[in-house]
T-cell receptor, first 116, second 113 residues
Framework: GAVVSQHPSWVICKSGTSVKIECRSL??????MFWYRQFPKQSLMLMAT?????????EQGVEKDKFLINHASLTLSTLTVTSAHPEDSSFYIC????????????FGQGTRLTVV | AQTVTQSQPEMSVQEAETVTLSCTYD???????LFWYKQPPSRQMILVIR??????QNATENRFSVNFQKAAKSFSLKISDSQLGDTAMYFC??????????FGAGTRLTVKP
């Protein structure tokens, strides 16, 4: 159990376009999901916390107008990178807290975004 | 704010030997959770072991065990009988109940044949 599916696993887009990444909890409900960004050979940096039915909470330095987060249901959160630029190229990972057992986060497989 | 420190950017160990990865953290909270995650080249985060701060007994999972020193805010991971498949990045992580998870910088472990 406790599977989180992230889609797509990789995407290439042109500068100026927008890209949507989905994070789904397949077999549990998640009131809270987290979005992380990971640069090569670096750690996971928290971007924002997504709560079902409310606005996301962004970490300092993360542009909320650029990284739009929507958590419309207990099983789905989306991250949209708007007007993407090459510097947005990175590995994005989501994780989800189960409503039943919110003492552990379950991770998606990540999305590699390349902006050309 | 909670911080997690991993002071060993890279480690190596011979196959079948034992290696210990270090992690320290800083928090004013009393109840929290600590984790070690493995990230292989696929970049999927794989939970290795977890520890509840209220438990004094150190967690163990087969070849993996931790040395949890709450007063010293230390949480090291010991890997026994290292295998080639253990080669990966290892991240120490800290979480408060119902809150986000914070990660250390990671330790790149290489198991040599």
């Amino acid at each position: 159990g406790a599977v989180v599916s992230q889609h797509p696993s990789w995407v290439i887009c042109k500068s100026g376009t927008s890209v949507k990444i989905e994070c789904r909890s397949l077999d549990f409900q998640a009131t809270t999901m987290f979005w992380y960004r990971q640069f090569p050979k670096q750690s996971l940096m928290l971007m924002a916390t997504s709560n079902e039915g409310s606005k996301a909470t962004y970490e300092q330095g993360v542009e909320k107008d650029k990284f739009l987060i929507n958590h419309a249901s207990l099983t789905l959160s989306t991250l949209t990178v708007t007007s993407a630029h090459p510097e947005d190229s990175s590995f994005y990972i989501c994780s989800a807290l189960s409503t039943r057992m919110n003492t552990e986060a379950f991770f998606g497989q990540g999305t590699r975004l390349t902006v050309v | 704010a909670q911080t997690v420190t991993q002071s060993q950017p890279e480690m190596s160990v011979q196959e079948a030997e034992t290696v210990t990865l270090s992690c320290t953290y800083d928090t004013s909270e009393n109840n929290y959770y600590l984790f070690w995650y493995k990230q292989p080249p696929s970049r999927q985060m794989i939970l290795v072991i977890r520890q509840e701060a209220y438990k004094q007994q150190n967690a163990t999972e087969n070849r993996f065990s931790v040395n949890f020193q709450k007063a010293a805010k230390s949480f090291s991971l010991k890997i026994s009988d290292s295998q080639l498949g253990d080669t990966a990045m290892y991240f120490c992580a800290f979480m408060i109940y119902n809150n986000d998870m914070r990660f250390g910088a990671g330790t790149r472990l290489t198991v040599k044949p």
